[in-house]
Antibody, heavy 118, light 111 residues
């Protein structure tokens, strides 16, 4: 069965930088689009970004474009999210999810908490 | 962006009784390929979201058949035929047709 495990969550200062990782196993990673979704404390789910199977196409929600970068390393079965100049409102649990084309995602990681605070 | 509106936002339920959640989108979710890209997710307390339903009515493997999805175009419904204690949590609809993909606000189901 597919498994996704996020890592890299920490306390980061506004204006700093951070890279989240998601290790994938149990499926052929390079055949799937991948996504990041986030959830602020006590709030609903919000889409962040998608990346296609070979990493040549990326898509971002407007409010995050230019600040966040989604990438992948298929040789390492890993997905990444680089956050530059994070803001207080970027504080959230960040989930990686398998999928991002054909209208759906199926498997989700357990999530990783990122806290942006001075 | 496409706005997904769920109702109700809070749903008190009785064990063994049916429950229903509505989700409405501001644009049609029907693709030219004939599929409609509407999903339902369940998030139990302290857990990650879990997909229950995709393409309006396709149930995921392992999802009890008391869960069913229906609808078309812009109006969709998730039904639980007989609520069980393990169904407590927040349910979200997600549209996967128009970028950016967007979720409904979530419906909290509680006994």
């Amino acid at each position: 069965e597919a498994q996704l495990v996020e890592s890299g969550g920490v306390l980061v200062q506004p204006g700093g930088s951070l890279r989240l990782s998601c290790a994938a196993s149990g499926f052929t990673f390079n055949r799937y689009w991948m996504s990041w979704v986030r959830q602020a404390p006590g709030r609903g789910l919000e889409w962040v970004a998608n990346i296609n199977d070979d990493g040549s196409e990326t898509y971002y929600v407007n409010s995050m474009e230019g600040r966040f970068t989604i990438s992948r390393d298929n040789a390492k079965n890993s997905l990444y999210l680089e956050m530059n100049s994070p803001r207080d409102e970027d504080t959230a649990i960040y989930y990686c999810a398998r999928g991002g084309e054909k209208g759906t995602v199926d498997y989700w990681g357990q999530g990783i908490l990122v806290t942006v605070s001075s | 962006d496409v706005v997904m509106t769920q109702s109700p936002l809070s749903l008190p339920v009785t064990l063994g009784q049916p429950a229903s959640i509505s989700c409405t989108s501001t644009q049609s979710l029907e693709h030219s390929d004939g599929y409609t890209y509407l999903n339902w997710f369940q998030q139990r307390p302290g857990q990650s979201p879990r997909r229950l339903i995709y393409k309006v009515s396709e149930r995921d493997s392992g999802v009890p058949d008391r869960f069913s999805g229906s609808g078309s175009g812009t109006d969709f419904t998730l039904k639980i035929s007989r609520v069980e204690a393990e169904d407590v949590g927040v349910y979200y609809c997600l549209q996967g047709l128009h970028w950016p993909w967007t979720f409904g606000q979530g419906t909290k189901v509680e006994i």
